[in-house]
């Protein structure tokens, strides 16, 4: 059964720093993940989609890499800016066409 | 339309009632899936449909929770008899299936139950 754990679960850095948040999966026979973020009391908007053959993908200020083996991702935000206050989630699926696994997201608050 | 749409946006039901929630994929999707977000809690896949098929309904709780996907319309997710802990937000996303595996998610049905 396919876990997904997000560390931390809250995070809180001062406006201008470079941060990485962390996602893990245990069985790493994954179809694709995909970084989302939620802002609260709203909808999720899609980040960054990293598909089982690839490494890495790329959007302005944000990184995710991708390692199958060991069953990790990463989401690198460059110089944080207040508005990156909100709830990132990671998400994995097992096929083309079938459900999301998502973990429980990091919360981040960017210090102005 | 371009996006997933979901009506009604904020629902309030008493102890009892009914609900139905309903998804209008995007244009040309033909795959939709139902998550359930309670508060302070992660997304939590509940079903998976394609036209007037359920495929994967291994999230959805035994009792009270039903979803269709028909021929013609939206997919409908209805919860009879609702309590308390039903209380949560329900996103719909949809997926073009064949050739493109990429969920795209609505803004959300809020659940509130008195």
């Known amino acids: 059964k396919q876990e997904v754990t997000q560390i931390p679960a809250a995070l809180s850095v001062p406006e201008g720093e470079n941060l990485v948040l962390n996602c893990s999966f245990t069985d790493s026979a994954i179809y694709n993940l995909q970084w989302f973020r939620q802002d609260p009391g709203k909808g999720l908007t899609s980040l960054l989609l990293?598909?089982?053959?690839?490494r890495e993908q790329t959007s302005g200020r944000l990184n995710a890499s991708l390692d199958k083996s060991s069953g990790r991702s990463t989401l690198y935000i460059a110089a944080s800016q207040p508005g990156d206050s909100a709830t990132y989630l990671c998400?994995?699926?097992?096929?083309?066409?079938?459900?999301?696994?998502f973990g429980s997201g990091t919360r981040l608050s960017i210090r102005p | 339309n371009a996006d997933v749409m979901q009506n009604p946006r904020h629902l309030v039901r008493r102890r009892g009632q009914e609900a139905r929630l309903r998804c209008s994929p995007m244009k040309g999707h033909s795959h939709v899936y139902w998550y359930r977000q309670l508060p302070e809690e992660g997304l939590k896949f509940m079903v998976y449909l394609q036209k007037e098929n359920i495929i994967d309904e291994s999230g959805m709780p035994k009792e009270r929770f039903s979803a269709e996907f028909p021929k013609e319309g939206p997919s409908i997710l209805r919860i009879q008899q609702v309590v308390r802990g039903d209380s949560a937000a329900y996103f719909c996303a949809s997926s073009p299936g064949t050739g493109g595996s990429e969920q795209y998610f609505g803004p959300g049905t809020r659940l509130t139950v008195t």
């Open positions: 998400a994995v699926s097992s096929s083309s066409a079938s459900k999301i696994i």
């Open positions: 990293i598909q089982s053959s690839q």
